[in-house]
């Protein structure tokens, strides 16, 4: 156990100054609070675009709606990136994965630890992001005192979750090319159009419902919204699910998928050796 | 003069090698991803998610609005047109129709700024950031020893790169009126091609500057990458027309002409009039017409190119006199 511990402390200090060291701290910092924010201001604008032209009265809470699954979406951006990533930059970019991957250590250990200093990053900038909307865009956001414990379960539940589905997907980038970019941007697409980050599931076919029911990043983002923005009234589909219902399928989902991420790296990393794939590089 | 010499000053002889050249540097962008078929799915299918939130957002609006519209109350009987009750079913009918166009020309907003994402973020990590990257795989001193002109090097960069995109980019066209069921209406389809074109070479004119300049710029190039996405998306209206931000009083035309820096926010903005009509929206949010925008391109696409080829040589020289040329992880 401390083998796994020193593994993920030093793969998590070897995460962050890969992530910080290439420039000034305030630099880093600025640069850590722009992407997310200018993502947050894209929907802004389509929210003001459409207002102008289609709804002039405006509709406030569609819009808090929207910003605060996207604010949270951050996570999803983030720790998804921040976990598959490490074994394509080890293997095309750096190019260490050969001497990182036959040292006396566990390599999912190590992912998960590379993983935490982006998880660190990210709560920075959803933080940033919901306290920008609740000053200056008027997003409602009313967090009860009662409600932090909830609140800091479901995190680091819907935390978990992520981190599987990311070492998941590690698994597979094992055997495939340099898709980095493409992951980065169609995994979490994936969540972002049917996990009512958005806009409520009742916009999607009935097919696309049954999806997004059965991912638990779903139920994560409707319990976060309920206990941070109480007073949104966007019918979600998922009003006969208490919170209670939701944090136990969240614990459900996390212990099954950690279960699958072991299982899916495993058979990358197995047929990876067998191909000679652990250290490839595709870089066309 | 010897042999060799009078090889290498021979005209004819120059652009066969050149030509040569962009042929063999585009070449394993268009074989390399035919021949690794996973790169088609994670390239073509998996980015159109992200594109679908967006067309989704805008029916969510859209939905909103026409709900408000149709929900009849004791004080407004025909629903809402905008701050007032609708007059009769006539008008609540023409409030219906108008959120329902306008949702229409909003989401083929979406999908043509989703066309216009592929060839940026091409841009950004395959034409950018890809002398930094051959440098740190070991290619570039093979690259600087061959003798052929750096551009044709880039020229190949970009050509695979636009090949290899484009089915990314017709995906998300073909996914907008198949899917989402998006009307383009094309006027002049000579112009909208003339428009597409100088958009693409200014974009990757640009990208060969930048790509000189990330040389320069070593480890930070990947994250300027990194940085040059949402912003961009952002400032040069990919998913929303850009005259929005010109409603935003203060900053929002300061953003909207920073971005216009990038050619895609003009080529966008033009595309979405030649496609959709002058008049959708009703006509308030475009920047210049579709004349101007065109001939700013061109000048991009002019300019960027003879940039390019100025920063190419000038680092060429200071990594040489640095000694930086072939040193990685800097």
């Given at each position: 156990m401390s083998t796994y511990w020193r593994t993920f402390k030093t793969a998590a200090w070897l995460g962050w100054e890969m992530d910080s060291n290439w420039t000034e701290p305030w630099l880093f910092v600025l640069y850590s609070v722009i992407k997310p924010v200018a993502g947050a201001f894209i929907l802004v604008l389509m929210y003001i675009v459409f207002v102008a032209i289609?709804?002039?009265?405006?509709d406030t809470d569609a819009f808090s709606y929207m910003y605060v699954g996207n604010s949270f979406f951050i996570f999803v951006a983030t720790v998804l990136f921040g976990t598959f990533q490490v074994i394509q930059s080890d293997r095309e970019w750096y190019q260490t994965i050969r001497y990182i991957y036959i040292s006396p250590i566990s390599y999912y250990v190590y992912i998960l630890g590379r993983a935490a200093s982006k998880i660190a990053v990210a709560v920075f900038a959803v933080a940033i992001t919901l306290l920008f909307g609740a000053m200056f865009l008027g997003v409602r956001l009313h967090l009860a005192l009662a409600d932090v414990p909830m609140f800091l379960v479901s995190t680091v539940l819907g935390l978990a979750v992520l981190l599987a589905i990311g070492i998941c997907l590690g698994g597979i980038s094992f055997l495939t090319a340099k898709h980095t970019h493409g992951l980065a941007e169609g995994i979490p697409g994936l969540f972002y159009v049917?996990?009512?980050?958005?806009?409520?599931?009742?916009?999607?076919?009935s097919w696309g419902q049954a999806i997004g029911r059965a991912i638990p990043l779903t139920y994560w983002f409707e319990i976060t919204r309920r206990l941070i923005a109480p007073t949104i009234t966007v019918n979600t589909t998922l009003a006969g699910f208490d919170p209670l219902t939701i944090l136990f399928f969240l614990i459900v989902s996390s212990v099954g998928f950690f279960a699958l991420s072991v299982l899916i790296y495993k058979v990358g990393e197995y047929f990876a050796r067998k191909a000679g794939k652990i250290d490839m590089t595709t870089s066309y | 003069m010897s042999e060799a010499k009078a090889r290498r000053s021979d005209l004819r002889y120059r652009i066969g090698l050149n030509l040569r050249a962009v042929k063999g540097r585009s070449y394993p962008r268009i074989v390399g991803a035919n021949r690794e078929p996973s790169w088609i799915f994670f390239e073509?299918?998996?980015?159109l998610l992200g594109i679908a939130a967006y067309v989704f957002v805008y029916q969510f609006f859209g939905g909103q609005a026409l709900a408000a519209i149709t929900t009849k109350t004791t004080a407004a009987p025909w629903g809402m047109c905008g701050h007032d009750p609708c007059a009769n079913a006539a008008a609540q009918a023409a409030a219906a129709a108008a959120v329902g166009a306008n949702t229409n020309a909003l989401v083929a907003s979406v999908v043509l700024g989703g066309t216009m994402v592929a060839f940026w973020l091409n841009v950004l990590w395959s034409m950018a950031s890809q002398l930094y990257w051959e440098k740190e795989i070991g290619n570039l001193q093979l690259y600087m020893m061959a003798p052929m002109n750096r551009m044709a090097l880039l020229g190949g960069m970009a050509v695979g790169g636009v090949v290899m995109t484009s089915m990314r980019a017709i995906s998300t066209l073909v996914a907008g009126v198949l899917v989402f069921g998006v009307i383009f209406q094309v006027a002049s389809p000579l112009v909208l091609l003339a428009v597409f074109f100088a958009t693409l070479i200014a974009l990757y004119g640009l990208g060969m500057m930048f790509a000189s300049l990330y040389l320069l710029w070593g480890r930070e190039a990947w994250n300027l990458s990194a940085l040059m996405e949402e912003p961009i998306f952002f400032s040069s209206g990919f998913y929303f027309p850009l005259g929005g931000l010109l409603r935003i009083p203060g900053w929002g035309p300061a953003i909207a002409i920073a971005g216009s820096f990038i050619p895609a926010s003009l080529g966008l903005d033009a595309l979405r009039q030649l496609t959709l009509g002058s008049t959708a929206f009703g006509g308030n949010f475009w920047i210049f017409d579709v004349t101007t925008e065109l001939e700013i391109l061109v000048g991009m696409a002019v300019l960027f190119l003879i940039l390019a080829r100025y920063c190419l040589a000038y680092l060429e020289t200071l990594a040489k006199r640095e000694g930086k040329l072939t040193s990685r992880h800097q």
């Open positions: 289609g709804r002039p009265q405006g049917f996990c009512g980050v958005l806009f409520p599931l009742s916009i999607l076919p | 073509a299918f998996l980015p």
